[in-house]
């Protein structure tokens, strides 16, 4: 540093830049409230009486970064030092989709909700989706985001599926409803690769 600067004086870019105030405080809280959420799960601690399934408490965990990342990183440049109302919607919308997952856990398991699931749970589970985009849009840039897009819709492909893959292709709808809940799902196939290491 030279002579004259000072800590304050340093620019602030990315989401320093954004992380005043009421925002700050809504971000360490949800970042608390995930270490929490993931020390109570790993350690069987059961605090409060929390003792959600694994598919719900990955859920719960989703939202909380889901949304933290919404409030931390713009959807454009020109957001850089400040947090648009659209973004404290989609923390919201985040934060809602995947509580109202995490409560039907239990019945998406049970009820076979990977094969038909009820219009409202598919219609969610599409938002989900699109937001989780949104996330890695925002947090890894478009290279990565259209890597996800790409790979995550060639079930929707028919050409494909059927001649290079054998699969029986699927619609958008259908591919939405096991992309978020099924048993390959994005939360649920990362873990268990982990735990078979």
């Known amino acids: 540093m030279s002579q004259g600067s000072t800590p304050d004086s340093a620019p602030t870019s990315g989401p320093q830049g954004r ?5 700050y405080s809504v971000v360490i809280t949800l970042g608390a409230l995930g270490l929490l959420m993931a020390i109570n799960q790993t350690f069987s601690l059961w605090l409060l009486g929390f003792k959600p399934l694994g598919s719900s408490y990955l859920y719960y965990l989703i939202g909380l970064f889901l949304a933290a990342a919404f409030l931390c990183y713009p959807a454009r440049s020109h957001d ?12 919201l919308a985040s934060i809602g989709s995947t509580v109202y997952l995490g409560l039907h856990g239990m019945t998406i398991i049970t009820q076979g909700w990977d094969f038909s699931a009820p219009a409202e749970a598919t219609w969610i589970s599409a938002l ?3 937001l989780v985009l949104e996330g890695v849009r925002r947090c890894g840039g478009w290279p990565l985001m259209l890597i996800a897009l790409v790979f995550g819709s060639y079930p929707c492909m028919p050409i494909i ?5 054998g699969a029986h292709p699927t619609t958008w709808g259908e591919r939405s409803v096991p992309m978020s809940w099924g048993r390959k799902a994005s939360s649920a196939f990362p873990c268990r690769s982990w735990r078979s290491w």
């Open 19 to 23: 992380l005043q105030g009421l925002t």
């Open 128 to 130: 989900l989706l699109v």
């Open 161 to 165: 599926c059927q001649g290079f893959y």
């Open 80 to 91: 850089e030092h400040r947090v648009a109302w659209y973004d404290w919607l989609l923390a």
